[in-house]
């Protein structure tokens, strides 16, 4: 946006004692900080909630006085980040906060941005979902912040095109659509699927999902993954051998129809099995996931 860079800085020098040995933030000193989200996730790293939060907060404690703070203002762990200690100025984004959107199209692909309660304009862009219109209110405010305006801010995002395995359509096939898609955790399945059902309608989605990171492999998220899935039609689980807990068990209570399989193989043969024209297929992992996406493609 505007070609003004607003992203983190290494810092030259900076007490490394402040921060404790999980530290993520130790090289970061912002002047301008989007906190998207948070959530449990690194379970191999972190014992708890709490322990990212104090993560956070390090992070919040190294932005300058004239910098500037971005969250949503629903997101009650990072309203407990901020209630540690805030010296810097602070936005909010959505439902109650100072930035705000007024859906235009359901699936999120047009829709007013307001600050203040004041209309700046309308975005009309490719992308879908919720998250994204989230994520299109806090590099507004943060763009505005480095002195962007806020018509070009909208004019970039406008002409913005996603980025690699963000819902990248990779193949169309006899009329069956292929997205690659970086979710990997409940709550992205969860928002990546009710974006793209708000797109394509009563078409047939089916949902394609790897539990590749070590938190999946931990079985930290395995409590929300069944009702993640609900948009989908139909739900296809890769179990591979080293997972360590029972996907089979775990998703039996989807009331999606569901099918945990132990081979790329397997997976391709179940789409093929149910794909028709007009279906979407969303393989969603954060790997490679075999090239199943090329293999898939070639079977179709």
Known sequence: ??????????????????????????????????????EFDHADIFPDLAAIERQFHHLVRTVPGDGLIIHPQAETAL??????????????????????????SEDGSRFEVYFDEALLGVVEWSLTGQHNVANALATMAAAR?????????????????????????????????IYDDFA????????????????IGDAPLIAVIEPRSNSMKLGAHRDGLPGSVTQADRVFWYAPANLGWDLAATVASSSVPTEVCDSLEAIIAGVKAHAVPGTQVVVMSNGGFGGLHGKLAKAL
């Open 145 to 177: 912040h480095v002195g962007v305006v806020p018509e070009v801010a909208i004019a970039g995002l406008s002409s913005f095109k996603s980025v690699k395995r963000r819902m990248e359509k990779v193949a169309e096939v006899n009329g069956v659509i």
């Open 79 to 104: 309203a407990r980040v901020i209630g540690m200690g805030c010296w810097t100025p602070v936005q909010t984004t959505g439902a109650g906060g100072q930035w705000q959107a007024r859906l235009l």
């Open 184 to 199: 990997h955790h409940p709550t992205a399945i969860a928002t990546t699927l009710d974006g793209l059902r708000k797109q």
């Open 1 to 38: 946006l505007g070609g003004t860079p607003f992203f983190v800085v290494e810092a030259d020098e900076y007490d490394s004692a402040f921060f404790d040995k999980r530290s993520k933030f130790v090289h970061y000193r912002p002047r301008t900080a989007i906190l998207n989200n948070l």
